[in-house]
């Protein structure tokens, strides 16, 4: 049989298909509790129009219940007009995605009819334990009108029997998309390929999408994000300078790079670094610093690793924090 063209040498072809969301300010905004300025949050905005990527998560609609509105930034609860100052009515073709968190969102209420909202998609982040809070808040936010996306995270906790169940329920919902999440950034290739391989048993014949969601605490973020698509994953998240939580994300300007669709432009993605990723280095931390190769190979959660960095006197002190939480774990 003659092999199709695209599959001879596909690292130098792309698929049409494949759609990229930049999560700087959501994901990074965890590393500084969402405190970007208005700034920032617009130069990212245009980087990402000009460099062709198709949806940009601009942060979090948490609950003002739960968390208290002064302690935060902006992007953690994304009111409407705080985000229209920003992008305005957004005349472009990139979408905006918000998150909600199961537990942590007011889901029944705070979301708008999408005809009345600059918002195009609701990703919906659940543990396994939330997953049937998960499936409501996604058939609410697909009457409402958005497109929407399951984001179970923490999957290299999860039992199998769990994350067959948890698939199950989310394929009967109407997702566009299900997220294979790595939270603690814990999992291998060999892994990624199985778990991307598994959601699409579930997925693909519901005519859902695959996505992934890498953290880079083994320095594997790019290489689990390559090997997702190598596997059919078409939907993938990447940050610039991979900010994010702990080690970080997928780093946007390396996917960018090994992407091969015309449409994508990776110069506006080095301005901005330049610009504005560079400075803030200077102001917070983010990278895989050996805490988080730690915790990525326990499979822990990043929180005690983010907690030893915190006091830059005793960053370094690399055997006693594997001490502790060896004791711990
Ligand atoms: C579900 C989201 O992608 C949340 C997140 O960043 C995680 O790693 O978990």
């Not at 994300?249 to 992407?259: D, K, R, T, V």
Request: glycine content about 6%.
């Amino acid at each position: 049989m003659t092999p199709d063209p695209k599959d001879i040498a596909p690292w130098i072809t792309y698929r049409p298909e494949l759609k990229v969301l930049d999560c700087t300010v959501r994901d990074g905004g965890l590393v500084n509790d969402h405190h970007f300025s208005d700034d920032f949050v617009k130069a990212l905005y245009h980087t990402c129009v000009e460099a062709g990527i198709d949806y940009m998560e601009i942060g979090y609609k948490a609950s003002k219940r739960v968390f208290q509105r002064d302690r935060f930034g902006t992007w953690k609860f994304c009111d409407e007009d705080d985000v229209r100052r920003v992008v305005g009515d957004n005349p472009t073709s990139l979408k905006l995605a918000a998150m909600m968190d199961a537990g942590k969102s007011d889901w029944k209420t705070d979301l708008l009819p999408k005809d009345r909202s600059v918002f195009d998609m609701i990703r919906v982040a659940f543990y396994v334990h939330q997953t049937v809070e998960a499936c409501e808040m996604i058939k609410a936010a697909h009457e409402k009108g958005y497109e929407t996306s399951a984001n179970l995270m923490a999957v290299s906790q999860a039992t199998e029997v769990e994350i067959e169940q948890c698939l199950e329920l989310v394929a009967e919902t109407p997702a566009q998309v299900v997220v294979v999440v790595d939270s603690f950034g814990a999992l291998y290739t060999e892994q990624i390929e199985r778990l991307v391989k598994k959601y699409l048993g579930y997925a693909k014949e519901r005519g859902k999408e695959v996505g992934i969601h890498a953290h880079n605490n083994q320095q594997l973020a790019f290489a689990n994000t390559i090997e997702a698509i190598i596997h059919g994953a078409n939907r993938v998240d990447a940050s610039m300078g991979g900010l994010g939580r702990g080690a970080g994300n997928c780093p946007m300007e390396l996917l960018i790079g090994f992407l091969r669709n015309p449409k994508f432009r990776i110069r506006p993605i080095y301005q901005f670094l330049q610009d504005w990723i560079e400075p803030l280095r200077a102001e917070v931390e983010w990278g895989p610093y050996v805490q988080y190769n730690i915790t990525g190979q326990l499979n822990l959660h990043p929180r005690a690793a983010i907690e030893a960095r915190k006091n830059p006197e005793d960053r370094n002190k690399y055997v006693e924090f594997y001490d502790r939480v060896t004791a711990e774990s």
